[in-house]
């Protein structure tokens, strides 16, 4: 066998290879299947977890809360509240028979969203009557929707005299 067959072979192997993922991938096809069945894959659902963020007090909505959907230790998905409290996660998991998701929910600006309010730490548990579209049948589990209202406490603080924040001042 000389190297030119052996090249030439390698490269009709590559071809093929190539061509047997881009056709079994369960991304839509290219004849306009936008929902393909996947015959392999990994079960997954989508989730929606909204709601509005509130002064506690007033029930009044606070806007530019910071509420992290904790994915992991050091990192998640960040978004703020509205101009009316509002925010809403949208996103794909795996589905469990009940899946907890952690949200953290801060207060990032100051006074500026009219006052200062405590962070919360916050488990929503998502569960087969949270759903609200139905699987497929196949790898996809459907979607589920949580609605996950938010009550934060004003914190109210003594304005130092001279400047100094009693929480920073160390003598």
């Not at 801060?106 to 087969?128: H, S």
């Amino acid at each position: 066998m000389n190297k030119s067959f052996v090249k030439f072979f390698d490269k009709i192997i590559v071809l093929l290879l190539g061509f047997s993922g881009v056709f079994s991938s369960c991304e839509s096809t290219p004849w306009g299947n936008e929902d393909p069945v996947c015959e392999y894959g990994v079960p997954h659902a989508e989730f929606e977890i909204k709601g509005t963020v509130t002064n506690k007090a007033n029930s009044q909505p606070i806007q530019n809360i910071r509420v992290i959907r904790q994915i992991h230790e050091n990192f998640g998905d960040t978004l703020y509240t509205d101009s009316d409290g509002k925010y809403t996660f949208e996103f794909q998991d795996f589905p469990h028979s009940e899946n907890v998701f952690h949200l953290k929910i801060e207060d990032i600006d100051g006074g500026e969203n009219g006052g200062l309010f405590d962070n919360q730490e916050i488990d929503v548990k998502i569960t087969k009557a949270d759903q609200v579209k139905r699987g497929n049948g196949s790898w996809y589990n459907g979607k589920f929707a949580k609605t996950q209202n938010i009550e934060l406490e004003r914190i109210d603080i003594a304005y130092p005299e001279y400047g100094v924040f009693p929480a920073t001042f160390k003598p």
